[in-house]
């Protein structure tokens, strides 16, 4: 397991409530933490469902926590978690933004029983070759951390508490990993929510294109057009929460324990 030195940070706790048979599982992105995704977790909790919303490793602490971490221990927790919702629910679906996106389709390939994916702008198409070029001639400088991509966000006065750096290895192992999921998105077949941000200064729109042309199941593309890449907390907030509540319902029925 990933070693931890600090505390986690205010609002980057995971969430875990219990609620009726149906659940969601809800997955932050890279460098961020269950903050951005919170009042999303909220809402899916209110209509009923029972939510978990894991803290991924390395995240939510310090970045020195995040450096030696890479995709095996992301997709380690996120699968984990999803097992352990599934053992108690009928039905999951399961909602992540960004790198939460790649790794909520990994799920959906390795788990078809997922009842549906409700996907904000996620990574789906990694960067080209180019660009991890000169990832790794920043590497060989002696860079480990680039400037943070944290907190993407249109609305003034709104902040997501990400770190303000990326650890550069660890976004590579995030790149390959997306390259595997990208080769084999014709695999999902359950039900697609693709949520996307007209202008988004993280994740290209390819990637959006991507599920929208080759995914294996139905998909639903919902264009969000005040927001920019942290939508969960930007001016498009309740249309994400909304869209997913709704979603849900349609793909598991109404949840039962509504508080």
């Known amino acids: 397991m990933p070693v931890v030195t600090s505390p986690v940070l205010p609002g980057a706790e995971p969430l875990a409530v219990d609620g009726g048979p149906e659940g969601a599982l809800v997955l932050h992105g890279f460098t961020g933490n269950p903050q951005s995704m919170r009042p999303l977790a909220t809402a899916l909790a209110d209509a009923g469902y029972t939510v978990e919303m894991p803290l991924l490793p390395g995240h939510g602490t310090a970045i020195e926590d995040m450096v030696p971490t890479r995709w095996s221990d992301w997709w380690g927790a996120a699968d984990g978690a ?25 799920l959906a390939i390795e788990h078809p029983e997922i009842a549906g994916l409700a996907l904000v702008n996620p990574l789906v198409e990694p960067p080209d070759q180019a660009f991890r070029d000169a990832v790794t001639q920043l590497l060989d400088s002696g860079t ?56 988004d200064h993280v994740v290209a729109p390819p990637s959006g294109d991507l599920l929208e042309r080759a995914v294996g199941g139905p998909i639903e593309r919902v264009w969000l057009e005040r927001s920019y890449h942290v939508a969960t907390l930007d001016w498009d907030a309740e249309v994400v929460t909304a869209q997913v509540v709704a979603f849900a319902a349609r793909v598991l029925g109404p949840a039962s324990g509504a508080r």
């Open 82 to 106: 999803y097992r352990d919702l599934a053992a108690r629910c009928d039905g999951v679906v399961v909602a992540g933004l960004s790198m939460g996106g790649t790794l909520s389709c990994r």
């Open 144 to 199: 480990e951390v680039a400037p943070g991509i944290g907190s993407d966000i249109a609305k003034e006065g709104a902040v997501e508490s990400a770190y303000a750096g990326s650890p550069l290895r660890a976004v590579l192992s995030l790149f390959d990993a997306a390259d595997e999921v990208a080769a084999r998105v014709a695999e999902i077949r359950c039900p697609v929510l693709l949520l996307n941000s007209r202008e």
